[in-house]
């Protein structure tokens, strides 16, 4: 597990920017943390870091998912605050997100669903202070955080 203390938001924003070479395809980030803890903040900034450009990225509040074109895969931006059901994220296209990368905010609201091999990014709010933990879930993730 790494830990980081993020400030501000602007250091959650960096954070994003410099975990984003190390994504692939498939890759699957979960973010957990309260409500106003940077989750929305840190997918904007990683999603514009991907697309190479600063890119409107509007919260998938409501439309529960947006989709990117990368130009090296897509991106499945989730926010399943909303979602009744863990079943109800097929009907999102869970399933076409093995080709792409999927953050996922609120990922418990998956259940069973969610990937085992991820990796689990902890946004915590205490006052004004924020950190950030990331948890790699597999092999995989442990080994390209040792380059972190």
Request: hydrophobic share 40%.
């Amino acid at each position: 597990m790494l830990r980081y203390d993020l400030p501000d938001l602007a250091a959650t924003a960096e954070l994003a920017r410099k975990l984003a070479p190390l994504l692939k395809s498939g890759d699957v980030i979960a973010l957990h943390g309260g409500l106003g803890a940077g989750k929305t903040t840190f997918s904007r900034a990683l999603i514009s870091a991907l697309l190479g450009q600063d890119t409107e990225v509007p919260s998938p509040t409501y439309t529960l998912v947006q989709t990117y074109d990368g130009p090296a895969f897509p991106i499945f931006h989730f926010d399943l605050y909303r979602l009744d059901d863990p079943n109800d994220v097929f009907e999102l296209g869970w399933d076409e997100t093995q080709d792409g990368l999927a953050l996922i905010e609120w990922p418990d609201r998956a259940g069973s669903h969610l990937p085992a091999w991820r990796l689990d990014l902890h946004l915590d709010l205490d006052g004004d202070n924020r950190t950030a933990r990331l948890e790699p879930q597999g092999e995989d993730w442990q080994t390209r955080l040792h380059e972190f």
